[in-house]
């Protein structure tokens, strides 16, 4: 399983629009077929630079799953925040490959 971690910073002055726009971009994206699930989170930590931080998860089951997310599917959805939000948001992007899950006694996946 990988993980395509989103971090985004979104400025005060756009933080509610953005809120709104996000959830519906989220399903855009899980609408590509590409991932399982998302989760969606705030990131606690007071920022310098002001603005909330959050974070967003997408599951893809396979390497594949992600580098056609990349190729046919990303460029497009990126450039639109780009265009809505372009100087009120900084965004940095990460790769996770899970390598095992570990779950407490009595807990069932």
């Given at each position: 399983?990988?993980?395509?971690?989103?971090?985004?910073?979104?400025?005060?002055?756009?933080?509610?629009?953005?809120?709104?726009?996000i959830?519906?971009h989220?399903?855009?994206?899980?609408?590509?077929?590409?991932?399982t699930?998302?989760?969606?989170?705030?990131?606690?930590?007071?920022?310098?630079?002001?603005?909330?931080?959050?974070?967003?998860q997408?599951?893809?089951?396979?390497?594949?799953?992600?580098?056609?997310?990349?190729?046919?599917?990303?460029p497009?959805?990126?450039?639109e925040?780009?265009?809505?939000f372009?100087?009120k948001?900084?965004?940095?992007?990460?790769?996770?490959?899970?390598?095992?899950e570990?779950y407490?006694?009595?807990?069932?996946?």
């Open positions: 399983m990988y993980i395509f971690n989103e971090t985004i910073n979104i400025d005060d002055a756009a933080h509610n629009e953005w809120i709104t726009w959830e519906s989220i399903t855009t994206i899980l609408n590509t077929g590409r991932f699930s998302a989760k969606f989170s705030e990131v606690l930590v007071d920022e310098e630079m002001g603005g909330k931080t959050y974070s967003i997408y599951s893809a089951k396979t390497r594949a799953d992600l580098d056609n997310y990349y190729q046919f599917d990303a497009t959805l990126q450039l925040s780009v265009k809505k372009a100087d948001m900084l965004t940095f992007r990460t790769e996770l490959k899970i390598i095992k570990f407490p006694p009595n807990v069932q996946n």
